[in-house]
């Protein structure tokens, strides 16, 4: 009969960040933007298709705070959606507005992303599946599935590292999101992974965890894998079939 005791807190945050292996930073295509291999439709397609993901993050977090009866928890989690949406009067940028900025550095129309004109159908559907699992799960769960925030500071660091100098057309305007998004990550891991360590505390528990995790690792993956079909091997959804952008609108 295999071991079912437990894993000591130090063992189960060892387990949960050796899942750092499959972040979406080893994708080929976010090899390529970081080796400056991608074109500027490609870096565009990223940038456009991103940005649903950006605008669902507070969505999600609003039902993580639904579902959460603990009045402490929500004082603390009821930030992340102030960093994303911004604070009315607050002259700093929130992130979706610092990704709207990011998206006119690298040249699209500002109305052109928010109207979802390059939003690609697998990167709703993946995205939707994110949203849909915090509206279900308990505020515990979907906690745990923020925790791909553990891996998120070196992606944005290789970020601010390389584009500079491979995509020297980007205006600098642009990069705010990434220096933002490095302080208030790792903000967001120390609350998300006590919460974590906190409450999955039995050996079914723990595995259970990082199953959460693998989940969220996969919905990454699977962003990526859209927009790498669609830019980097030119087979857009429909391709073959019709000479225009399909993709159903308003629906999550």
């Not at 998004?181 to 528990?205: K, M, N, S, Y």
Request: negative net charge; contains cysteine.
């Amino acid at each position: 009969m295999s071991d079912q005791r437990p894993w000591s807190k130090e063992e189960f945050e060892q387990k949960l960040r050796a899942k750092g292996q499959y972040y979406h930073i080893y994708h080929p295509f976010h090899q390529a933007m970081n080796q400056g291999k991608c074109s500027k439709e490609q870096i565009q397609g990223w940038v456009a298709n991103r940005f649903f993901y950006q605008m669902c993050i507070p969505i999600k977090d609003a039902a993580i705070l639904a579902n959460c009866p603990d009045m402490q928890t929500r004082r603390k989690w009821i930030q992340r959606i102030l960093d994303h949406d911004g604070e009315e009067g607050d002259p700093r940028l929130g992130g979706i507005e610092a990704w709207l900025r990011l998206g006119e550095a690298v040249g699209l129309d500002r109305q052109d992303i928010l109207d979802e004109k390059l939003l690609l159908p697998g990167v709703k559907f993946a995205v939707g599946a994110y949203v849909n699992f915090a509206r279900r799960a308990t505020w515990e769960e979907a906690a745990c599935s923020s925790l791909t925030e553990m891996f998120a500071p070196e992606i944005h660091q290789s970020r601010l590292d390389t584009w500079p100098e491979h995509y020297p057309w980007i205006d600098a305007e642009g990069f705010k999101y990434f220096q933002m998004r490095l302080g208030q990550a790792r903000r967001d891991v120390e609350h998300g992974l006590q919460i974590t360590l906190d409450h999955f505390t039995t050996r079914e528990l723990q595995e259970k965890a990082l199953n959460i995790l693998q989940f969220k690792l996969d919905v990454l993956w699977s962003l990526a894998d859209a927009i790498s079909l669609a830019y980097e091997f030119d087979r857009r959804p429909f391709h073959g079939v019709a000479d225009q952008s399909i993709c159903h609108k308003g629906l999550m």
